[in-house]
């Protein structure tokens, strides 16, 4: 197995597993956020007296429920059409996937950015006294070094830097560096290398 492959295989159930807190997190930061509240409030002609007051959450935090979901959806569908897809023909399936997965892995890094960057900035660069929210931001900024480092070997791959055994990750410089992707180096009982062709 490749080292591209080793990291995607590293990279891809990370994601999902950081995506998956963020998403229970900031679904509790909904859930905690929202409601009524009893308070006393002013009514005109009538004086001070108690009304139901009610609590919306900050739209940052229905975002990042938003981009949890997204990444969730983006990544296993791109993990299973990875898998799947290639298997008939992997030359044809990686042309059109490896330019959709490079797209998805930059929209999610730049949702990972915009979320954590918004929650720090309206804290002021203070580190807030709620765990949920110091979680939420760290598990953000998780997910924007992931899909930063994704987005990047991805782009290495696509373009041979790196080899990878995996439909959209391979190369696109033409069915040759394919065919080179598609095959292994294998030792033999001698300790000599020789090139075995996969047959697909």
């Not at 080793?6 to 994601?15: E, H, R, T």
């Not at 979901?69 to 008939?88: E, P, Q, R």
């Amino acid at each position: 197995m490749r080292p591209l492959d080793i990291i995607l295989l590293i990279l891809l159930p990370l994601s999902l597993a950081f995506a998956a807190v963020e998403l229970g997190l900031s679904a509790y930061g909904v859930h905690s956020s929202s409601g009524t509240v009893e308070s006393i409030c002013f009514v005109p002609f009538i004086g001070y007296g108690d009304c139901d007051v009610k609590l919306k959450p900050p739209a940052i935090i229905i975002f990042i429920v938003f981009a949890s979901a997204w990444t969730l959806l983006t990544v296993g569908g791109g993990f299973l059409l990875s898998l799947l897809v290639g298997k008939n023909n992997p030359v044809g399936a990686n042309k059109w996937l490896a330019p959709i997965l490079i797209t998805l892995y930059g929209i999610n890094m730049v949702f990972w950015l915009a979320a954590f960057a918004d929650v720090v900035s309206q804290l002021g660069g203070e580190v807030d006294a709620t765990a949920i929210i110091n979680a939420g931001v760290a598990f953000a900024v998780l997910l924007w070094i992931t899909f930063t480092a994704l987005f990047i070997l991805t782009i290495l791959g696509v373009c041979d830097v790196l080899k990878s055994s995996f439909v959209g990750y391979m190369s696109l410089k033409g069915d040759s560096a394919v065919a080179k992707s598609m095959s292994e180096v294998q030792t033999n009982a001698y300790g000599t290398h020789e090139l075995i062709q996969q047959q697909p």
